[in-house]
């Protein structure tokens, strides 16, 4: 016989949320891996019509002298990136808090290939009040890693969140 897991009252659940007030630069995650598929990039390069052929033409992509193979859209990395951090608990308990996307930077040390597997760490780097006393801005640094260890693309988030009421 199975033993379940009771879930949780909503009420319990409400108090498992994260504020402003609980995201102190230094805080930090990682979010489980994902595999990027040859069927990832023509699907992202049908839809958004990036047809460069350092991603789509495998022959074209060999001759590259820095790279040899095709390269994954910087940009299906960042969506990727995206998606990973939306699933974890952290993101969860913060999703309720979160306001608005104020920007994102982004930048790309190394390439990403076709195969590569990437988990995201996410940290807290920056915390500051704003003139409004029910809100605060926090900015994350996101960065992809591969199976290497290697850094392949990093991101500011820079988002409103809502403070703890008084």
């Known amino acids: 016989m199975q033993t379940f897991m009771q879930a949780p009252p909503p009420a319990e659940l409400a108090a498992l949320r994260y504020w402003w ?54 940009m299906l990395v960042l969506s990727y990136m995206a998606g990973l951090s939306t699933r974890t608990m952290a993101y969860q308990m913060l999703e309720p808090s979160l306001l608005g996307l104020l920007e994102v ?13 990437i988990a995201v760490d996410i940290e807290v780097v920056e915390q500051k009040e704003t003139s409004k006393s029910e809100r605060g801005v926090v900015t994350f640094k996101r960065t992809a890693v591969n199976q290497r260890g290697q850094a392949v693309a990093e991101c500011l988030v820079t988002q409103l969140v809502s403070r703890r009421p008084s």
């Open 21 to 74: 007030e609980d995201l102190k630069p230094g805080v930090a995650w990682r979010t489980s891996t994902r595999t990027i598929t040859e069927a990832d990039v023509v699907q992202f390069a049908t839809y958004s019509g990036d047809l460069n052929r350092a991603h789509v033409d495998a022959e074209y992509a060999a001759s590259l002298p820095m790279y040899g193979q095709r390269l994954v859209h910087g």
């Open 105 to 117: 930077r982004c930048k790309f040390p190394a390439p990403t290939f076709i195969g590569d597997t």
